[in-house]
């Protein structure tokens, strides 16, 4: 699993196999079967409680799954395999794996006393132990490339949502990530402020990395995903291109849920 | 201020109010906005309860200085005397030591409280516990007592054969009875307020940390300490300067620290209250001093959190 910076723009290939979860008697997953080919855009959409948000926290292990696996580039996430056995792999191996894999949280999680590029840098200077000087020059390149180039001091408390966001996002992608997942990454956003999260995403759809979406966007995911995928009560109730799951949904649950979210 | 006149003059719906009726002033808000002036509130019994303490206070800072049992002579001459000087840097040296290893400690329990391991969660509640529970002069006396209970220490294997023997009296002396004392004591609070800053910090930080992959003890001392930080300080402060006066119990084991000393000095001129007023403003130095410390650390930990 090499991270080198020439292989790193291209995507992964992920693949998702019989993934259950559960909370206490709660069934959250049952049974996800999924595979996204290297350099796709997926787009999760389903009800509150249909899965989503744990199923995109099971691709990098911060949900760990009760049964199934979950691969990147054929590399099992959190697990190890001998035999027949999955043998559940020590935090820091784990923590290892997840530098190929990026992720935007709802709620921006940045570190609130760490500057904009400090928030940044911090990846490429602990976990991939770059020297400073070459974590700095890519935190600034990246804070460019989603148009704060001239935020990088401010701290997250001096910046609105969009632009919070926008600086994870520029966190996320600092370490060349394979795969980026992206949890409701506009949801916590004032209306005004969802096109500019938006518009860095969709940039970042032509740059050849895996990504994973789950939004309530609708309109988004038509424009920038390549395969949606409609989550309901834990399974996949459908997936395919967006002109047929949103434009010909044949479940009503489907219906059901884009005449809600479209009104 | 011409307003409420220009207001008369307006023709109004209100104009055949009452003559003492504000509403004239209504429609000149309407009309012409830019000719009001704002008053502030006026707040008389402000003014009044700010008298009534000063008067009270200068009556007391009258009676410190008139009242001639205060004795700020001798208070005076014993404020820098040698043998309060000594005594002051051995208060000093016990807040100090009692500070690194109480904290210390604290940190090493409050690990073990988070730790997923029940065992070691649970003996770290029951340190809290029981040096929560007793007093520290008690448990002072209990450390000068050791002896009594333990003649010799034994280092080797548990329940097996042992290496070295120490005579406990010559171990635990009574300046290390103090400082075991205090430290052990100082421990179980530090504890808890560690403890209390790691659960201060948001869990989508740490989750956030995970997600990027930052090694482990990386995140906690870039990510979570520093923001565990902004919540221990002040209790830190309050504690620390809580232990400074704690210190004073171990006049008990007689230790020649700032309390012990000025008795000493008390037991043999009969001079109690300058005497006190010696250990009492020493310690208000002190606290004043600490109290500075921590506004500046607490501001440097504070980075992002004020606009």
Redesign the interface.
């Known amino acids: 699993m090499s991270t080198g910076p020439g292989q790193a723009a291209r995507g992964a290939v992920v693949e998702i196999r019989d993934v259950h979860k559960a909370y206490g008697k709660n069934d959250v997953l049952r049974g996800i079967d999924l595979t996204l080919p290297a350099g796709s855009v997926t787009a999760i959409l389903g009800p509150s409680g249909s899965g989503k948000s744990t199923l995109l926290r099971a691709i ?1 292990h ?1 949900e760990k799954v009760d049964r199934g696996f979950i691969s990147v580039d054929g590399d099992l996430i959190g697990y190890r395999r001998v035999g027949d056995r999955l043998h559940e792999l020590s ?2 191996q784990i ?5 190929r ?1 990026g ?1 935007v ?1 709802q ?1 921006f ?7 904009a590029i400090e928030n940044v840098a ?2 490429p200077l ?2 991939l132990g770059r020297p400073k000087a070459e974590a700095y020059a890519t935190a600034r390149r990246l804070l460019d490339r989603v148009g704060l180039a001239d935020k990088e001091d401010a ?4 910046l609105s949502g969009g632009q919070q966001q926008r600086v994870a996002i520029a ?2 992608l600092a ?1 060349d990530p394979a795969v980026v997942l992206f949890d409701e990454p506009t949801s916590a956003l004032d209306p005004e402020l969802v096109g500019e999260v938006l518009d860095v995403i969709r940039s970042l759809a032509d740059a050849g990395t895996t990504m994973v979406v789950v939004t309530h966007e609708i309109g988004f995911a038509r424009e920038v995903a390549d395969t949606v995928v409609f989550l309901d009560g834990g399974r996949i109730l459908e997936h395919g291109p967006p002109g047929e799951v949103l434009d010909a949904p044949r479940h009503e649950r489907t219906r059901a849920f884009l005449a809600k979210v479209l009104v | 201020m011409s307003a409420p006149e220009q207001a008369w003059a307006l023709p109004s719906p209100l104009a055949e109010a009452p003559p003492f009726d504000t509403a004239p002033s209504l429609p000149a808000a309407a009309e012409a906005p830019e000719r009001l002036v704002v008053v502030p509130a006026r707040h008389p019994w402000r003014w009044v309860a700010g008298a009534a303490v000063l008067v009270l206070l200068a009556q007391f800072v009258h009676g410190l200085a008139t009242n001639p049992g205060w004795e700020w002579q001798t208070f005076a001459g014993y404020f820098f005397e040698k043998s309060i000087m000594d005594a002051l840097l051995i208060t000093l040296e016990l807040t100090f030591a009692g500070a690194v290893l109480g904290f210390a400690g604290g940190v090493v329990l409050a690990a073990l409280r988070l730790a997923h391991n029940p065992v070691l969660k649970a003996v770290s509640w029951g340190y809290v516990w029981v040096f929560r529970s007793v007093p520290l002069l008690v448990q002072l006396l209990f450390w000068a007592n050791l002896g009594y209970l333990y003649r010799t220490l034994q280092v080797g294997v548990p329940f097996g054969p042992g290496f070295h023997e120490f005579q406990t009296l010559h171990l635990v002396s009574s300046l290390g009875a103090a400082l075991l004392g205090l430290s052990l004591h100082e421990a179980a609070y530090a504890a808890e307020i560690v403890r209390a800053g790691m659960l201060s910090v ?1 869990a ?2 740490r ?10 003890g ?1 995140q906690f001392r ?2 979570l300490l ?2 565990a930080m902004r919540a221990i300080l002040p209790s830190a402060a309050n504690e620390l300067i809580n232990l400074l006066k704690s210190t004073s119990v171990v006049y008990v084991l007689a230790i020649g620290e700032l309390f012990y000393q000025v008795q000493v000095v008390y037991g043999r001129t009969g001079r109690v209250v300058p005497l006190l007023m010696v250990a009492t403003v020493w310690y208000a130095i002190l606290t004043a001093l600490l109290s500075l410390v921590q506004h500046r650390v607490e501001k440097r ?1 504070g ?5």
């Open positions: 990098n911060l935090e820091r923590l290892k794996q997840r530098v894999i992720f949280f709620n999680h940045l570190f609130p006393h760490l500057t911090e990846a602990s976990a701290y997250p408390r001096h966190r996320a370490v | 948001d989508g930080q989750e956030a940390a995970a997600a990027l992959g930052l090694p482990r990386r870039r990510i520093p923001q930990f980075r992002g959190a004020t606009r």
